[in-house]
């Protein structure tokens, strides 16, 4: 692999901060192994061999990879520790939040970008499918080696300024994770009584269930990165309080419990909002709605196989779909996802087998196209 050369004509040294950090180890190893180019880096878990000075010197591209609370401080600290010799180097930041550290590289002499990865590291090498929001601060020299990492990203790269990110960032992440911060509360506190989350489950919607989904992803995260999109974005508080008041008024409403009640409560938080939507807007959000009931109820089917096909060609699936055909098996559905280890496989709904589901399952791996990750049968 031939690495992209920086404005010197040479493949750049990148150096990380928080390079034991989840996204730090994630971006490591994607600079490594896409990119070609050298990595190092400084952590207080373990990676403190370079102290700021020394990794400031030897790294063309610095990349501040930290906890939003300490991050100011933090490239504060390597402002003062580089002192002007930063100078022709480029600067960067995965922060969720970009005014702050956008100013404070600004205060260096470096080059500067911003950039925000809306995900978690995934399981893939890249950022394919996902969002990264770009705020080109201060760039020039190094302005075609950013492209060219950004391309290997293969991201959807949205440039913005950072006052307008972090604006939005209070409703993209701060509301969503506000309203299922307060729904796992409200969850903890009624959801005994009514059967406990099976009881709800038994009885759950399309809506419910998505709910769940996004609640239950909150809460297995990382409790800091949480706290601190509500705590370190200053757009946040206002977005609380225009919350806070659009819940008061509902609950007002409702203890109030008259026709004059409903009809505000239905005109200021259903139709007013509907013709601020749009109804083309709203068309496509009832159906992608739909099209995730349809998700759910598939991949709650009683009777599957999930199995990943190491040889990634074309035809391997078509070698697969002979299997059943043979077998005389019919599909109810199938949809490609990845498991917990980024594995990517085919989850095959069933209808009634002709055949036993070892059969079935010993087929498929008796042809060698594909290993099973897992088989049910639970439609007695």
């Known amino acids: ?219 297995s995260g990382n409790p800091a990165i949480y706290e601190d999109i509500q705590f370190g974005n200053p757009h946040v508080l206002p977005m609380l309080g225009c919350l806070a008041d659009a819940v008061a008024l509902l609950r007002a409403q409702v203890v109030d419990g008259s026709d004059d009640a409903r009809a505000l409560v239905r005109e200021r938080f259903l139709q007013q909002p509907a013709a601020w939507f749009g109804s083309d807007e709203l068309a496509t959000r009832s159906h992608g709605f739909e099209r995730m009931g349809y998700l759910q109820a598939d991949l709650q089917g009683p009777r599957y196989l999930s199995v990943y096909l190491p040889q990634d060609r074309p035809g391997s699936l078509r070698g697969l779909l002979d299997v059943f055909e043979r077998l005389g098996v019919n599909l109810a559905s199938i949809h490609s996802s990845r498991t917990p280890d980024g594995e990517l496989h085919f989850r095959i709904g069933l209808e009634a087998l002709p055949v036993a589901l070892a059969t079935l399952r010993a087929a498929i791996e008796a042809d060698g196209i594909g290993r099973v990750v897992d088989a049910r049968d639970d439609a007695g």
Not at 84 to 105: C, N
């Open 1 to 219: 692999m031939s690495a992209f050369a920086g404005p010197s004509g040479v493949p750049p040294v990148v150096g990380i901060v928080g390079s034991q950090g989840a996204f730090g180890r994630w971006l490591a190893r994607f600079l490594r192994e896409r990119m070609g180019v050298q990595v190092i880096g400084r952590d207080p878990a373990g990676d403190t061999a370079l102290s700021p000075r020394e990794l400031v010197l030897r790294a063309d591209v610095l990349v501040f990879s930290t906890p939003i609370r300490h991050t100011v401080a933090i490239i504060d600290g390597y402002v003062a520790a580089a002192a002007g010799d930063e100078v022709g180097k480029l600067w960067l930041d995965l922060t969720s939040i970009k005014q702050q550290p956008v100013a404070a590289m600004l205060r260096s002499r470096a080059e500067v970008a911003g950039l925000h990865p809306m995900t978690a590291p995934p399981k893939i090498e890249t950022l394919a499918g996902r969002t990264m929001a770009v705020c080109r601060a201060r760039v020039d020299r190094w302005e075609n080696w950013l492209q060219h990492m950004l391309a290997e990203l293969q991201a959807d790269c949205v440039d913005i300024d950072p006052l307008a990110h972090d604006r939005a960032m209070a409703l993209v992440q701060g509301l969503v994770h506000a309203g299922h911060m307060a729904q796992a509360a409200v969850l903890r506190e009624l959801a005994p009584a009514a059967g406990g989350l099976p009881g709800l489950h038994a009885l759950r919607t399309i809506g419910h269930d998505l709910d769940l989904t996004v609640t239950g992803r909150i809460l």
